[in-house]
């Protein structure tokens, strides 16, 4: 068996929705260099629907495969949906990780989801704490 699925492969090689948006509504940054993957994400909002998302990935292929992977299934879907995107969701739709990879998912996740933290922060719009990461205060590739 491969240590990658061909989605993988495919997200790696050929990645969807790479980029910068300027004057972005929402912008979450996570991951840490001593752990070698950054990632980036761009969010373009209307009527509380994610209109356009980008991002920017330093790091591996399941890195970069995650992230595309991940703003493929937030793309065009309410706020809420983002919101409750799932590490587990973007490595199933990946059709697996290999478990030494499984923080790529959990990056993307949480990148997302600063982003969101931004637009509700920019926007003055109150939310629950507890559902966004506490990026400041993690030990994610603190080791």
């Given at each position: 068996?491969?240590?990658?699925?061909?989605v993988?492969?495919?997200h790696?090689?050929?990645?969807r929705?790479?980029?910068v948006?300027?004057?972005?509504?929402?912008v979450?940054?996570?991951?840490?260099?001593?752990?070698?993957d950054i990632?980036?994400i761009?969010?373009?909002?209307?009527?509380?629907?994610i209109?356009?998302?980008?991002?920017?990935t330093?790091?591996?292929g399941?890195?970069?495969a995650?992230?595309s992977?991940?703003?493929?299934m937030?793309?065009?879907?309410?706020?809420e949906?983002?919101?409750?995107?799932?590490?587990?969701?973007?490595?199933?739709a990946?059709?697996?990780?290999?478990?030494?990879?499984?923080?790529c998912?959990v990056?993307?996740?949480?990148?997302?989801?600063?982003?969101?933290?931004?637009?509700?922060?920019?926007?003055?719009?109150?939310?629950?704490?507890s559902?966004?990461?506490?990026?400041?205060?993690c030990?994610?590739c603190?080791?």
């Amino acid at each position: 068996m491969a240590l990658y699925s061909e989605v993988v492969m495919d997200h790696f090689m050929h990645p969807r929705n790479v980029g910068v948006i300027e004057n972005a509504d929402g912008v979450g940054t996570v991951g840490n260099a001593k752990c070698g993957d950054i990632m980036k994400i761009y969010l373009k909002i209307e009527n509380d629907i994610i209109a356009d998302v980008k991002f920017e990935t330093f790091g591996c292929g399941s890195a970069i495969a995650s992230s595309s992977m991940a703003t493929e299934m937030i793309k065009g879907k309410p706020i809420e949906d983002a919101l409750k995107l799932t590490n587990a969701a973007v490595a199933e739709a990946l059709d697996g990780l290999p478990a030494h990879k499984m923080h790529c998912s959990v990056l993307a996740e949480e990148a997302i989801k600063s982003a969101l933290k931004d637009y509700y922060d920019k926007n003055g719009i109150a939310y629950d704490h507890s559902i966004f990461p506490d990026c400041e205060n993690c030990d994610h590739c603190h080791e």
